[in-house]
Nanobody, 127 residues
């Protein structure tokens, strides 16, 4: 059974940093597509960043490029999201998700192709 667990959220002032962790089990971690997504109140869920753990290719939403960095420690079965220069508009529940085995390459837009989701961790950025 696939299991994803996020941690690392919290309350931070604008300009601050947080590092989120997503630890996975029940699947071939080092040959997977794992993404970070966020959902703010009254807004649609959106992709933040995605990593392919086999070749470590990464993808970012325009809104976080240059501020967020996704990485994977395959030995620890953990994907990280380092978030720097946080802004109030980054406030949301952050979730990690596992892409389906046959998903296409529209990693940031094809949210329906992510089959397993964690419970999420709250990130709040105060102004």
């Amino acid at each position: 059974e696939v299991h994803l667990a996020e941690s690392g959220g919290g309350l931070v002032q604008a300009g601050g940093s947080l590092r989120l962790s997503c630890t996975g089990s029940g699947f071939t971690f080092d040959d997977s597509t794992i993404g970070w997504f966020r959902q703010a109140p009254w807004k649609d869920r959106e992709a933040v960043s995605v990593i392919k753990t086999k070749d470590l290719n990464t993808y970012y939403a325009d809104s976080v490029k240059g501020r967020f960095t996704i990485s994977s420690d395959n030995a620890r079965k953990t994907v990280y999201l380092q978030m720097n220069n946080l802004k109030p508009e980054d406030t949301a529940v952050y979730l990690c998700a596992l892409g389906g085995r046959n998903m296409g390459n529209d990693y940031l837009r094809a949210l329906h192709e992510y089959e397993d989701w964690g419970q999420g961790t709250q990130v709040t950025v105060s102004s």
